[in-house]
């Protein structure tokens, strides 16, 4: 099974739609809110190359932001 990892803000709309995505598919993930947390924003931004959220990754390869995370499952058409 992959990880799957997702930097957050909770206010994004982005965010929590990236989430509900994720749980629609029961897929389960680890979230890492940077809203106050300056060390795992600077870890985002180090992986990702990103300053917006959410960044999600699959295991270690960086996926993207939410318009990503529905491109890919719309090309997948499964899982």
Known sequence: MKNVTIYS????PFCKGAK???????ISFTEV???FDEI???QMISRSGR????????DDTHLG?????VKYY?????A
């Open 9 to 12: 803000k909770d206010y994004c």
């Open 20 to 26: 509900q995505i994720l749980n629609t598919k029961g």
């Open 33 to 35: 809110d940077v809203e």
């Open 40 to 42: 795992n924003r600077q």
């Open 51 to 58: 300053f917006t959220v959410p960044q999600i990754f699959i």
């Open 65 to 69: 932001g939410y318009d990503d995370l």
């Open 74 to 78: 719309s090309n997948k058409k499964a």
